[in-house]
T-cell receptor
Framework: GESVGLHLPTLSVQEGDNSIINCAYSNSASDYFIWYKQESGKGPQFIIDIRSNMDKRQGQRVTVLLNKTVKHLSLQIAATQPGDSAVYFCADSWGGTSYGKLTFGQGTILTVHP | DGGITQSPKYLFRKEGQNVTLSCEQNLNHDAMYWYRQDPGQGLRLIYYSQIVNDFQKGDIAEGYSVSREKKESFPLTVTSAQKNPTAFYLC??????????????FGPGTRLTVL
């Protein structure tokens, strides 16, 4: 992904629904992918990560899917709750930047309605 | 308690003044980063440092300067040359050991308002 200074896309869901947030990345050499959640006025928090040797990884209520063929990453949140309302960012990196430099996507605003 | 601290949380400055934002980490991480975030937008990389006494420009370094004299500290100076400095500034760190885990840990941010 690449942050280009545009306003963020939004996703509105009802409490209890499943949410899917999508992200496209551009570097076919990327081998590490990560999702962050950012609540208003706070720093981003780690949600889940995945390496390029996997295509799916599950956490608590969250699943990340990686499709390297089309350079696409998605975050699925099961049984979405009002506390999940936040901005979600994907990011990727590749082995050439071993110190951990990430390229961030533009982010998606998730709003969960009670 | 391990983590990253940024201070202050809110900062107000007059136009034309330089201001320095603090970032400290006790995670023993080698790599540190500064990002700028404008309202409703994503993260843009200002500067990063792979190791003590070394740092590199990111995508929007103009009008900013950094130093990395100690492993745990990576202060950012917003100079008067920065044309639009009002923003939310985030500091982050990562292990940086080349082991493939490139998770960055973020501080709580500093909101800078230039009057």
């Amino acid at each position: 992904g690449e942050s280009v200074g545009l306003h963020l896309p939004t996703l509105s869901v009802q409490e209890g629904d499943n949410s899917i947030i999508n992200c496209a990345y551009s570097n076919s050499a990327s081998d590490y992918f990560i999702w962050y959640k950012q609540e208003s006025g706070k720093g981003p928090q780690f949600i889940i990560d995945i390496r390029s040797n996997m295509d799916k990884r599950q956490g608590q209520r969250v699943t990340v899917l990686l499709n390297k063929t089309v350079k696409h990453l998605s975050l699925q949140i099961a049984a979405t709750q009002p506390g999940d309302s936040a901005v979600y960012f994907c990011a990727d990196s590749w082995g050439g930047t071993s110190y951990g430099k990430l390229t961030f996507g533009q982010g998606t605003i998730l709003t969960v309605h009670p | 308690d391990g983590g990253i601290t940024q201070s202050p949380k809110y900062l107000f400055r007059k136009e034309g003044q330089n201001v320095t934002l603090s970032c400290e980490q006790n995670l023993n991480h080698d790599a540190m980063y500064w990002y700028r975030q404008d309202p409703g937008q994503g993260l843009r990389l200002i500067y990063y440092s792979q190791i003590v006494n070394d740092f590199q420009k990111g995508d929007i370094a103009e009008g900013y300067s950094v130093s990395r004299e100690k492993k745990e500290s990576f202060p950012l100076t917003v100079t008067s040359a920065q044309k639009n400095p009002t923003a939310f500034y985030l500091c982050a760190s990562s292990i940086g050991d080349g082991g493939g885990n490139n998770e960055q840990f973020f501080g709580p941010g500093t909101r800078l308002t230039v009057l």
